[in-house]
């Protein structure tokens, strides 16, 4: 699994409209300005200040976007303070000379051709006040701003921006995010007859746990975080997951696992250490949602065991 399997797959963000997907702040959408690599962000407090107001369109859906100046658009920053006194056919041609890789970069990332009408009015008529224009960077890759914009959003072009694949997976509002976790120890396999006589006092072998020597915390190499109730995490990587209805012994507390770890699981790079565990931890066996019994992590001659304390 990638990084994008697993927002599809986690809360909150299987559930995120494209509008909660670009209000996020990991949302940076990977893009190119002509050569160079980059990336739009949507993090910006303010609107552009005395901007130059275009009215476009995505294909057939109008729009209005508000260019900040800059530097990279070197000619039209020349005549920026003095700009209402050039005529508007001479300004929208600096556009078209100097704003040609940017206008290029929102056709990509909306996936729809746009198109420059002319100048937009200052009321804003061009878009509904439901698609208020929205504040927009677009960054280099070493984080340097090069230039600021505000867009407004047709549907289309939000569902293509506000894609879940745009979130940065490394921003601490993604990476942080926890999820709760049952811990499996062992898929104990019992017959019927030997299920029905389970009482309390017995004991349930557990090989897969290692007990413990010479003090030492017990610790359980194959266990298995099953996140969400959908998500299998383990040493090994991190799988799709359902409940196959057989014998499970897991924690009775609950654990948690972040998005980081599992991104790193995932990609091969996670610990591979042990699960620690507590000697005398709270287990419980399980069938499908059903427990069946429950008691504590135990040893018997040395061998981990399930200490049945309940059924």
Do not use: Y
Request: contains cysteine; charged residues 20%.
């Amino acid at each position: 699994m990638n990084d994008l399997d697993l927002l599809s797959a986690l809360p909150p963000f299987r559930d995120w409209t494209p509008a909660d997907v670009l209000a996020s702040p990991a949302w940076a959408m990977p893009c190119r300005l002509g050569a160079e690599e980059g990336r739009l962000v949507c993090d910006g407090a303010l609107l552009p200040a005395d901007p130059l107001r275009l009215a476009v369109r995505f294909a057939d859906d109008p729009a209005t976007l508000a260019l900040a100046d800059s530097p990279l658009f070197p000619e039209l920053h020349a005549l920026w303070p003095a700009r209402a006194e050039v005529p508007a056919p001479v300004l929208l041609a600096l556009v078209e000379k100097e704003c040609g890789p940017l206008l290029q970069l929102l056709e990509n990332a909306a996936g729809a051709q746009l198109a420059v009408d002319g100048l937009a009015d200052a009321g804003g008529a061009e878009h509904p006040a439901s698609r208020p224009p929205r504040p927009f960077e677009l960054r280099r890759a070493s984080g340097d701003v090069l230039c600021s914009f505000a867009l407004s959003l047709p549907p289309a072009v939000l569902a293509s921006f506000g894609r879940l694949r745009n979130l940065d997976a490394s921003h601490p509002s993604v990476r942080d995010a926890s999820f709760p976790a049952q811990v499996q120890l062992a898929a104990p396999v019992l017959s019927e007859a030997d299920l029905a006589s389970v009482a309390p006092g017995d004991h349930v072998l557990l090989p897969e746990v290692d007990p413990g020597a010479g003090g030492g915390a017990p610790t359980c190499a194959d266990a298995v975080r099953i996140v969400d109730g959908r998500l299998a995490a383990t040493a090994a990587g991190v799988a799709p997951w359902s409940d196959p209805g057989t014998l499970r012994v897991v924690l009775a507390e609950p654990a948690a696992a972040t998005f980081g770890e599992l991104s790193a699981l995932a990609a091969g790079g996670g610990a591979a250490a042990p699960f620690p565990l507590k000697a005398g931890a709270e287990l419980a066996l399980l069938r499908g949602g059903a427990v069946l019994a429950s008691g504590r992590l135990d040893a018997v001659a040395g061998q981990a065991s399930f200490a049945v304390e309940s059924v």
